[in-house]
């Protein structure tokens, strides 16, 4: 038993990963996006990272992931930060918009 559980913990590690890999390249398009000022930019950013983390322990707990489901953790995670007032509604949308689109390499490393 106590095998089995450690495999689940590997697994579980290696997808927070890579995910959080994939994800960080979502992070260098909001850091060198024409936004105005260094300081915003680098709130965006620390904020990005921050869901970044979240949105990898989501991916993690969630198992099957389908696109679907991966567009709904990533929404739920922006969403918070949009209604704490921390990014802008067009931020949250520019945010979104990047971590969603990088669905396909997260899946594809998952099945690595």
């Known amino acids: 038993m106590t095998e089995k559980k450690e495999e689940t913990s590997g697994t579980k590690n ?15 398009g909001i850091l060198f996006a024409p936004k ?3 300081e915003t930019r ?13 949105i990898a322990e989501q991916i993690a707990k969630a198992g099957n992931l389908t696109k679907e489901a991966y567009n709904n953790i990533v929404e739920k995670v922006v969403k918070v930060y949009e209604v704490e007032k921390k990014i802008t509604a067009e931020d949250a949308k520019d945010i979104k918009e990047k971590f969603e689109n990088n669905f396909d390499e997260i899946k594809k490393v998952i099945k690595e």
Request: aromatic fraction near 4%; proline fraction near 0%; charge should be neutral.
């Open 42 to 54: 680098a709130d965006i950013a620390n904020y990005a990272h921050e869901m970044k983390d979240k």
């Open 14 to 28: 290696v997808v927070i990963g890579a995910a959080i890999g994939v994800l960080a390249g979502a992070i260098a």
């Open 36 to 38: 105005s000022g260094k």
